[in-house]
């Protein structure tokens, strides 16, 4: 199996084209403002003294700054230039590292489904969500031939009803508005040709700074001026939940500072609260922690894949369901904060899914 990550990283260019990557200077410079000294972040970095500082010079030279100020009584810390060198670094990677992990898994998934034995390659088109990564991080392991695409909810039907996926992914709330959000997707699929498979149960709320700055304590706060929002595509699960939740508070959603933007993952949505650039977002819970942020539940809400009923008991369904049913599988994603796959694996009946039912077997 081949692992594919996507990282961001930064390149110096002086005013001769010459090139210099931040990436190794970044870490050098993350590890000199933690020791307070460049032989001791050296050490910790594998790298000699000499080494060390041959890096440094090479990117002031193309600065033309120095990176490195000498305090007395607090040895080497960085300088303001050096500050403004790590912080441009981690922010190019958090507004960045959501869409760049879903770009990994499509790469990943296209290269191994070369690699694995042939046999009937599962297509899934998916809301984006941490499960469903987990999901094809399983199939891949299991040398199942997989193909993801992350699409947002309504895509992934659609793509469904054309037949370009054996499994699409996209997610209801319970109790209010599940039968609003249903209504998105009703026409495009038949109780008598489609059936649901349930991955899981979680929770979707908002992202605040750690401490909660701005002492946001539900949706309401998002109509206040000194709030910045940022939001999900048109076409979301999670876009569609939002508008609905603020339009039944008597919050006009276009008048929500920062509505207007639009970002593709919940990843992303972290990313720009954790970087300052926004006060508030919306998505699960595991994004909020990942980028160390608090979390503020506001809704439950059941994720799903819509598939063809006369393939669930053929290859390659057969396996997922073999899989989502498997206590490994739910025990990876329990360890989800905000996550429930008790009835991971269980098949619902198109309307038991949209009215809230989970019979199903």
């Known amino acids: 199996m081949i692992k594919v990550e996507c990282r961001a990283q930064l390149i110096v260019r002086d005013g001769e084209g010459r090139e210099s990557s931040l990436t190794d200077v970044v870490a050098l410079l993350a590890l000199v403002a933690e020791e307070g000294s460049i032989a001791h972040a050296a050490r910790r970095k594998g790298l000699s003294y000499r080494h060390a500082w041959g890096l440094l010079r090479e990117v002031e030279e193309h600065l033309g700054g120095a990176l490195i100020a000498k305090e007395r009584g607090r040895g080497s810390v960085l300088s303001e230039l050096g500050e403004a060198v790590l912080r441009s670094q981690r922010l190019c990677g958090e507004r960045l590292q959501g869409n760049l992990q879903a770009l990994a898994s499509e790469v990943a998934s296209d290269l191994n489904r070369w690699l694995a034995p042939h046999g009937p390659e599962l297509r899934i088109h998916a809301s984006h969500g941490y499960a469903v990564a987990s999901l094809v991080t399983a199939l891949v392991a299991d040398q199942v031939p997989v193909e993801i695409k992350y699409r947002d909810s309504v895509d992934a039907i659609t793509a469904l009803t054309r037949g370009e996926c054996d499994l699409a992914g996209f997610h209801l709330p319970r109790g209010d508005f599940r039968s609003a959000c249903a209504d998105a997707y009703r026409q495009w699929l038949d109780p008598q040709r489609h059936v649901l498979l349930h991955l899981t149960r979680r929770k979707q709320g908002l992202f605040v700074g750690r401490g909660n700055p701005k002492q946001i ?48 993952t919940h990843s992303a949505i972290a990313a720009f609260v954790a970087s300052g650039v926004a006060d508030v977002g919306f998505g699960v819970e595991p994004a909020a922690h990942h980028f160390g942020l608090d979390f503020v539940p506001i809704a439950d809400e059941d994720y799903y894949f819509a598939c063809d009923r006369t393939q669930i008991e053929r290859e390659p369904l057969l396996s997922v369901l073999k899989l989502l049913r498997s206590g490994a599988f739910r025990q990876v994603v329990a360890r989800l904060e905000g996550y429930d796959p008790a009835e991971c694996g269980k098949v619902v009946p198109l309307e038991d899914g949209w009215a809230g039912l989970q019979s199903g077997l």
């Open 217 to 264: 304590a539900g949706l309401a706060d998002l109509a206040r001026a000194d709030v910045r929002f940022v939001n999900r595509q048109r076409g979301s699960g999670t876009r569609m939940l939002i508008d609905l939740l603020l339009t039944r508070i008597g919050i006009d959603p276009e008048r929500v500072n920062g509505y207007a933007s639009s970002e593709l």
